[in-house]
């Protein structure tokens, strides 16, 4: 008999904007994370007004906690693209309470799903910040995870990026240039950092 291990829910709430104190569920799976509370909090820290109006790409999407804080700030619409079926039906929840008019969702393998995506936001009027949250090299069968993330990353034309925003263990140093863009900036937390690329000037 098949047995059916129940998974445990954690939540997060949006903490700024239109959707302020909304629920977002998270699967407690191997897969996936849910980036810090204070890593959340820097990411908009910089990025601030910039965002209104603009497309936002979650690429490895979980729960979607990043590119549903991103709407409830302002963005114009959100992209989100997870291969795991728990954390994707998690993803669909969260978007009908939050905000499905300006949701789009892609289910299948990030690296594959990607250039969908891209083709799609290259012909927006609006530019795209894409943020890269990729699993953990350290799982079996992602050594070359890091690799093909920065594959994706040199694929991405300076007139459809305003930024690329990066989250990866902080034993991994990110290169200083990427096909079109320059690392503008990395902040550490703990285990994770952030680096952020820009096209260049």
Same mark, same amino acid.
């Given at each position: 008999m098949k047995h059916n291990k129940k998974i445990k829910i954690f939540t997060t709430t949006i903490t700024a904007g239109l959707h302020k104190g909304k629920k977002i569920e998270i699967p407690d799976i191997r897969t996936t994370r849910s980036s810090k509370g204070i890593l959340k909090e820097s990411v908009f820290n910089t990025l601030q007004f910039d965002i209104i109006d603009k497309n936002f790409v979650e690429v490895f999407s979980g729960s979607g906690s990043i590119g549903l804080e991103a709407l409830s700030r302002g963005a114009g619409k959100a992209y989100f693209m997870e291969y795991n079926k728990t954390a994707y039906r998690c993803l669909e &929840?969260?978007?009908?309470?939050? !905000?499905?008019?300006?949701?789009?969702?892609?289910? &299948? !393998?990030?690296?594959?799903?990607?250039?969908?995506?891209?083709?799609i936001v290259k012909k927006s009027p609006h530019k795209t910040y894409f943020y890269f949250d990729p699993p953990f090299s350290t799982r079996d069968g992602m050594d070359d995870v890091y690799d093909k993330t920065i594959a994706l990353i040199e694929s991405i034309e300076a007139d459809v990026c305003e930024l690329v925003i990066v989250e990866h263990m902080t034993n991994l140093t990110m290169p200083q240039k990427i096909g079109v863009l320059e690392k503008s900036k990395h902040k550490k937390f703990g285990r994770s950092t952030l680096t952020y690329y820009k096209p260049k000037e």
């Open positions: &929840g969260n978007v009908k309470r939050i !905000d499905s008019s300006k949701s789009h969702l892609f289910y &299948g !393998d990030s690296f594959e799903t990607f250039y969908t995506v891209y083709e």
